[in-house]
C-alpha cells in the first residue's frame, strides 16, 4: 500500500524525522484556511496523487499569500495531472498538501528497502538527490551508495555513522544525517514499511536536514495488525486508476488497465510480468497487469475477466496460468467459460496451462464453447496473440 506524500510525512514525523509545516486540504477555502494557520512567508501548494514527477508535469506550485495558494489549488483540484510515471491518462487531483517552503542549500537522497536478492534490508543514499536521481544514478553522474542493515531483535542495526560521513561530506552534517538514518531505520521496521524514500531530503540554508517529499510503502500482509493504516487502504486507491482497477480487489484479482492490446489473464505477478515482456518481445503491448490470486473462485475469475473485457482497444486474450495446490487450472478455465458467455465477445483466445489439472482445464474451456488455440511454450504462445491482435486490427 503506497502512502500520499502527506500521510508518509506524518507518519516520519512520529519517528522525529524531520519535515515542514504542513496541511492537506480537498478545497479551496480550506487550503488558504490552512496557509492561514501555518502563517509561513513563502508556501507549496502541492498535488496529492501516486506518483512522482510532480513538478514537471505542474502538481507543485509555489505561493506567497493565502490567497495564492487558494489560486494554486483552484488550478490544482479537480484537475488531471500528467507525468512521466502516471502515464497519458494521468492521475486526479482531490487533494493538496499546503507546506512551509524550505529555502534549500543542496539535496540528499536516502532510502531503506528489501533487497530481493538477497533477502536483506538495505539503506540507499546519494549526495546529490533531487529530481531525475534514477536517470543520473543509470548514467553514472549520480553514485549512490548502498549500506547493508540486519535486524537484532527489535531494531535495525549499522554503521549509521560512518554511512553518513560518508554521504554528508562535512562533519557538522554528519551527526544530524546518522541520526536521520537511525530514524528512517526505526520507521521502516516499525511501520512494516517495504520502501520509505525520502528525495530530497534537503539541507536548509541554516545547515538544518529537511524532507522535502517521502515515499511510503507499506506491506499489505502487515495490515492485518496495523488498524491505523489499514484504514487508509480504502482510501489510497490510486485515483488514476479506473473504476476496474479498483472493483477488481473485490474478486480477488490485482488489476491494472494499460495502453496496449493483448489482454493478459495470468496468476502470480511474477509469472505476469514475464508474460509482459514476452508480449513486448513479440511486438506487441500489454493491455493490462492481472493477478489471480489463490484465493480467487472461478465466479471471481469470470467478474475480473469481465472487466478486462470491457476495454475495447483488448484485440486478443493470452492466458498463461500455472496451477498450483491453491488455485487449480480448471478453476481459471472455469471463470474464462463463464466471462465469454456474459460478454458477448468473440476474440482470438490463446492458452498455455501447466501445473495441476492443466489438460482438464481444457476439457472445461471445450465444455463452456471456449474456441482457443492451446500454447506449450510462453513466448510462442505470447507471439501468436500478438499476431492474432493485428489479424484483428488490420
Known sequence: MDLHEHQAKRLLAAYGLPVPIGEVATSVDRAGQAARRLGCSEFVVKAQVLAGDRKAGGGIRFASTPAEVEDAARKLLGSRLVTRQTGARGADVSAVHVEERITVARNLYVAITLDKLSGTIVMLASAKGGDDIEER??????????????????????????????????ERLAAGLATVLGNLAAAFLGCDATLIEINPLAVTDRGRLCALDAKVTIDDNALFRRADLADLKTHNVDVAADASEREAQSFQINYMKLEGEIGCVVNGAGLALATHDLVVDAGGRPANFMDIRTTASSLDIAK???????????????????????????????????AMRRAGRSLPIVIRMAGNNARFAETVLRNNGVVYTSVDDMAEAARIAVEAARQEAA
Open 137 to 170: 544514478a543509470a548514467d553514472g553522474d549520480t553514485i549512490i551508495a548502498r549500506l547493508p542493515l540486519r535486524i537484532e531483535g527489535t531494531r535495525i542495526v549499522g554503521n549509521f555513522e560512518a554511512f553518513a560521513a560518508r554521504i554528508a561530506g562535512e
Open 304 to 338: 475480473g475477466l469481465g472487466l478486462l473485457l470491457q476495454n475495447r482497444s483488448v484485440r486478443s486474450l493470452l492466458v498463461n496460468v500455472h496451477g498450483g495446490g491453491m488455485q487449480r487450472c480448471d478453476t481459471i478455465a472455469e471463470g474464462i467459460g463463464i
